[in-house]
Nanobody, 116 residues
Framework: QVQLVESGGGLVQAGGSLRLSCAASGSIFSINAMGWYRQAPGKQRDLVARISLRSVVTNYADSVKGRFTISRDAAKNTVQLQMSSLKPEDTAVYYC?????????WGQGTQVTVSS
């Protein structure tokens, strides 16, 4: 139905920046919101940022407020996550998500590693 492809992960030093991108394809008319989650080894997958595609209302985890910014390009069906002032504790696999009325979709994830 919906396919999500992430890009932009990599290795960066503490204090640096990365920009993640997620491209959606398929039945994109069914998507109401998109966002980013992350999961570190041995930990739960947690919300990082989310954006409603119609209202453009955003939601951020407290740990990333003021450092990360989520945005969307409706014409390209993409969502970006600009990450600045990165910390070692930001290290995780980052997953793109898309939510319809009754269905959630996930990308395969992209690794972000922040060295101290």
């Amino acid at each position: 139905q919906v396919q999500l492809v992430e890009s932009g992960g990599g290795l960066v030093q503490a204090g640096g920046s990365l920009r993640l991108s997620c491209a959606a394809s398929g039945s994109i008319f069914s998507i109401n919101a998109m966002g980013w989650y992350r999961q570190a080894p041995g930990k739960q997958r947690d919300l990082v940022a989310r954006i409603s595609l119609r209202s453009v209302v955003t939601n951020y985890a407290d740990s990333v407020k003021g450092r990360f910014t989520i945005s969307r390009d409706a014409a390209k069906n993409t969502v970006q996550l600009q990450m600045s002032s990165l910390k070692p504790e930001d290290t995780a696999v980052y997953y793109c998500s898309a939510t319809g009325d009754y269905t959630a979709y996930w990308g395969q994830g992209t690794q972000v590693t922040v060295s101290s």
